[in-house]
């Protein structure tokens, strides 16, 4: 079965880079979305960013565009989130899934079946 498993986390202050992994093992699919979330305390989960790794097509929320980015490597089984400028409200539990099917659309995360523990992400001055 597919797992996912994020990385990369830590604390830092305002402005500084981050780059989060999601390396995935198991079942390969032939197409499938990863998705990027986050939850902070007391807030909804909220979606991040997502990747269609057949397409190769991606897709931010409008609070993260232009500040972060995500990729693929050539074999698809490591998913990254490039997160710059980070700011104080970027402050989150991140986590990364897996949903197959074609999405186009940053959602909350319900359809994803497939879920990794998180990495927190704390920016603090």
């Known amino acids: 079965q597919l797992q996912l498993v994020e990385s990369g986390g830590g604390l830092v202050q305002p402005g500084v880079s981050l780059r989060l992994s999601c390396a995935t093992s198991?079942?390969?699919?032939?197409?499938?979305?990863i998705g990027w979330f986050r939850q902070a305390p007391g807030k909804e989960r909220e979606g991040v960013s997502i990747i269609n790794t057949i397409e190769d097509s991606t897709y931010y929320a409008d609070s993260v565009k232009g500040r972060f980015t995500i990729s693929t490597n050539s074999g698809k089984n490591t998913v990254w989130l490039q997160m710059n400028s980070l700011k104080p409200e970027d402050t989150a539990v991140y986590y990364c899934?897996?949903?197959?099917?074609?999405?186009?659309?940053?959602?909350?995360?319900?359809?994803?079946?497939?879920w990794g523990l998180g990495t927190q992400v704390t920016v603090s001055s």
């Open positions: 899934a897996a949903c197959y099917g074609d999405i186009a659309v940053i959602t909350p995360g319900d359809e994803y079946e497939t």
């Open positions: 198991g079942l390969s699919a032939d197409y499938y979305v």
